[in-house]
């Protein structure tokens, strides 16, 4: 027994480790400024080296967990206009249709309740064949990276790339980094007719790294700290808080859930008075507006490859009022984290 287990605990280890080295190959994921400045400069050596690695994956045979039920979720097209939706559809078309298995939207723009406030949720579900054929991923990556500008068409203040699957991750999925119900309120940017596609869910996912991760970054926050941040960094403070209910209620119950009804669900286990800060920022929400110059905009667009670091000079300043709205909610929202905490180390 334990020697199955141990080779499951490695199987999984191989897809979260491939799935680090599509996130340096596509969204130049990389944590040192140096490196992905290198990355730039030096693009070929980089992408030789992640290719390579990306390559003695793909002999492994990955088998899936036969004690969990398999699911099979409908997706269906895209209908929307999204302007970065078209772009992608339009680029990728089916340039590549054998080696990417589909793009999909989610999101509110999928769920087509997008406001002010929405950034672009794209997901690529790459073939595993891909893998293997080194000329075709560096064309897909190279395409997909250049991509990720138009983003910001939806949100100039845009803070994270694509989200990226192969077909062998979507049956042994790590629910912790996507979600099923997210797949369930998904769109297909490829594909013209609803289709089915078949998932198998980790038996184990870690929810509570997750959580963990974001609530004690938001409870490190400080007001002098969000007084000196732009409209990026605070709408990125935003976006961690709009997390919260969610990553609360998979930490608790070992299940995933939509974002947009967690929110409803988890308040009516704190109560009101604990949930003000989340109604609070849920109304800076509604009434966000980010009006960014158009030299400003596409220097943001042009910089979008280099280290935030380097491109953060033309990020628009934080308007006085917006910085002490975020920063009222700061005493609440802490008690409401430390709460959270609280109940998950209940038995």
């Not at 490196?35 to 030789?48: A, G, M, Y």
């Not at 709009?242 to 988890?266: E, M, R, W």
Request: glycine letters at 4%.
């Amino acid at each position: 027994m334990w020697k199955n287990l141990r080779k499951r605990h490695d199987q999984l280890a191989i897809l979260q480790n491939r799935r680090k080295l599509l996130d340096q190959l596509i969204n130049l994921k990389i944590s040192r400024p140096a490196d992905l400045i290198r990355k730039v400069i030096f693009r070929k050596t980089f992408e030789k080296k992640i290719l390579s690695k990306l390559v003695t994956f793909t002999g492994i045979v990955i088998t899936h967990d036969r004690s969990i039920d398999e699911i099979t979720v409908e997706i269906k097209p895209y209908l929307g206009q999204n302007e970065t939706a078209g772009i992608i559809r339009k680029t990728i078309g089916n340039k590549y249709q054998d080696l990417i298995f589909d793009i999909l939207v989610h999101g509110s723009i999928a769920t087509h309740e997008e406001c002010s406030y929405s950034d672009f949720d794209g997901l690529v579900i790459l073939n595993d064949r891909a893998l293997a054929l080194t000329d075709q991923l560096r064309g897909i990556s190279s395409e997909l990276s250049r991509l990720r500008k138009w983003f910001l068409k939806t949100d100039i203040l845009q803070h994270h790339g694509w989200f990226l699957l192969t077909e062998s991750d979507l049956l042994n999925l790590d629910t912790a980094y996507f979600p099923v119900e997210i797949l369930r309120h998904s769109k297909s940017l490829l594909k013209h007719s609803a289709y089915s596609i078949r998932l198998i869910p980790d038996s184990d996912p870690d929810f509570s790294k997750t959580f963990s991760d974001v609530s004690n970054k938001t409870l490190r926050l400080t007001e002098s700290v969000v007084k000196q941040m732009d409209m990026y960094e605070l709408k990125s403070v935003l976006s961690r808080i709009f997390l919260l209910p969610a990553l609360y209620h998979q930490a608790k119950y070992s299940k995933g859930i939509f974002k947009k009804d967690s929110f409803d669900t988890v308040k009516q286990e704190f109560g009101n008075q604990l949930w003000q800060p989340i109604d609070d920022a849920s109304r800076i929400r509604s009434q966000w507006s980010q009006k960014v110059s158009k030299i400003r905009s596409f220097l943001i667009m042009e910089t979008f490859p280099l280290p935030l670091s380097l491109r953060k000079i033309f990020y628009p300043a934080a308007g006085k009022r917006l910085r002490e709205q975020i920063c009222s909610l700061l005493p609440g929202l802490k008690l409401l984290i430390s709460e959270m905490h609280k109940r998950l180390e209940q038995p």
